[in-house]
Nanobody, 122 residues
Framework: VQLQASGGGLVQPGGSLRLSCAAS????????MGWYRQAPGKQRELVAA???????VYKESVKGRFTISRDNAKNTVYLQMNSVKPEDTAVYYC?????????????????WGQGTLVTVSS
C-alpha cells in the first residue's frame, strides 16, 4: 500500500493550495481518508477526514477554509486549502483507515503517506 502525497509548497498568507494523495494497493472509496499535519515541535493533528459515504469532519480552526474531497475514479483524495494562515505551516500527511473512529486517532491509523511541506509566509 502506498499513499503518495503531493502539492505542498510556499504560499503567501491568504493564498490557496491544493494537496493530493494518490493511493495504490487499496481501494480508496472503501476506506476512510484523512489529512494530518505536524508543525515543528508540535504533535501531529487531524486536519480533516472523509468517509466512504462522503461524511466529512474538520479541525475547528480550518472549518470554512479547507475542503477535503475524493475522486474515486482516480483513487485520490484532496485537501483544498484557502485563505491560508502562517499557523497552517506544517508537514501534511495523508492517512487511511477502515473507520472514522480509527482515522481520527494517530495511533490507530492503518496507513500513512509521506509528508508534503506547506509553508505559509510572505
Amino acid at each position: 500500500v502506498q499513499l503518495q502525497a503531493s502539492g505542498g509548497g510556499l504560499v503567501q498568507p491568504g493564498g490557496s493550495l491544493r494537496l493530493s494523495c494518490a493511493a495504490s494497493g487499496i481501494i480508496l472509496s472503501t476506506n476512510v481518508m484523512g489529512w494530518y499535519r505536524q508543525a515543528p515541535g508540535k504533535q501531529r493533528e487531524l486536519v480533516a477526514a472523509i468517509t466512504s459515504a462522503g461524511t466529512t469532519v474538520y479541525k475547528e480552526s480550518v472549518k470554512g477554509r479547507f475542503t477535503i474531497s475524493r475522486d474515486n475514479a482516480k483513487n485520490t483524495v484532496y485537501l483544498q486549502m484557502n485563505s491560508v494562515k502562517p499557523e497552517d505551516t506544517a508537514v501534511y500527511y495523508c492517512a487511511s483507515s477502515s473507520s472514522l473512529a480509527s482515522v481520527v486517532v494517530p495511533e490507530k491509523v492503518r496507513y500513512w503517506g509521506q509528508g508534503t511541506l506547506v509553508t505559509v509566509s510572505s
